[in-house]
């Protein structure tokens, strides 16, 4: 039996992960075929087992009196070439195969950057949306009480994802600060004026962005007029946006998980600084836009739909800045029909193996997000060095690491890709130099 049947034996409702695993696992194998000693140590097999899972109860109380209880997790799943590293989702979609596919891909992003960062991810099934700021801190305060036993500034490094944001990061770094007696750089994402690196909130965007720049730089093409669709209107769809209009693109679309926004004209920094004071200060929902903005046009989820809206627009770029599985095959054929020229996954897996499929068929260039999102985990990188030296780098310094941190993974993937025959799959690209980096730091370190 190979390994992906094993894990879908094994754990049969862990579906994201499995999906994770069949495709890093068709990725190398040409590498295996190269690397007899990869296959004899059984890397394979050792790299899908999470080294530690840690699963707990976070009680807390809401404003009026009543107790809930949330499940925390904590995946410390690689820890060959630094310690753990990866963000923590807080979403009523968490469970232990949602959260065990991002700690998987984030093995191979973080080898990808270049940087000494194992992987990790972590979360749990509690929902910030709706909820006050008293009650998250109380949330906060009851999950760091449990996780901080667990990490540490040289074993576990957790930062943001979904649902996770400088308010979260506030709180359970102050939790952590408490019972360690220990002002560390145990978190990255902190603020500013507590530990946090300028361009951090901004990265993850930025980086997608540049990935993209630097795909269509390898097609003698550049975003200067491009139209773009980009899903999702968190920290992740914001920051895109941003550097687009800086270098001349134009987003159309954005959304949140009740619908969309389609803006013909596109959105412009008076636009922008709207939605970022609506998402982040007030935490509406983008319905609002559309009523501030007459140009603007708002479609809410159509649950009995079979496809995202938001993919059928006429335009040249894509950036998922959302969730996993978002862009499915019927999507990926929109897109292509519609003449899109380059894919930028802001998102983690935000693509269906069909969707994927109808990308490599086309031709398209398909940035996959281990490669195309790692900035945020890289800029995260350098707070961890910042916080070391007790030192804190001007913007530009951060801003011209991501770029070249961003510039680097591109051509890994982009010359691993055609060494092994397959030019221009930068999925192929982004698997196999991430796997042989991490293989390679497992096999010197022996059987542990
Ligand atoms: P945020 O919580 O800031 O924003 C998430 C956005 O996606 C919101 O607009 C949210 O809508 C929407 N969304 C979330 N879940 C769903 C869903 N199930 N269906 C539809 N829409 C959904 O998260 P981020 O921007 O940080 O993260 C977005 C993606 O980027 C995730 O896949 C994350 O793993 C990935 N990522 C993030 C990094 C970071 O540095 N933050 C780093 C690398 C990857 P709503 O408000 O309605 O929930």
Known sequence: MDIYERIKNRDPNETEFHQAVFEVVESIKPVLEMHPEFRSANILERIVEPERVIMFRVPWMDDGGDIHVNRGFRIEMNSAIGPYKGGLRFHPSVNLGILKFLAFEQVFKNALTTLPMGGGKGGADFDPKGKSNEEVQRFCQSFMLELARHIGPNTDVPAGDIGVGAREIGYLFGMYKKISNEFTGVLTGKGLNWGGSLIRPEATGYGSVYFAAEMLNARGETLEGRRCLISGSGNVAQYTMEKLIELGGIPVTFSDSNGYIYDEKGVDREKLDFLMELKNIRRGRVREYAEKYSEAVYTPVDPDLKYNPLWDHAAHCAFPSATQNEINGIDAGNLVKNGILVVSEGANMPTTPEGM?????????????????????????????????????????VDSRLKMIMKNIHKTCLDTAEYYGTPFNYVNGANIAGFVKVAQAMLDQGLV
Do not use: C, H, T
Not at 377 to 389: A, D, H, I, T
């Open 357 to 397: 499929n109808i990308f490599f068929d086309s031709g398209i260039l398909y940035g996959p997000a281990k490669a195309a999102n790692a900035g945020g985990v890289s800029v995260s990188g350098l707070e961890m060095s910042q916080n070391s030296m007790r030192l804190g780098w001007p913007a530009e310094e």
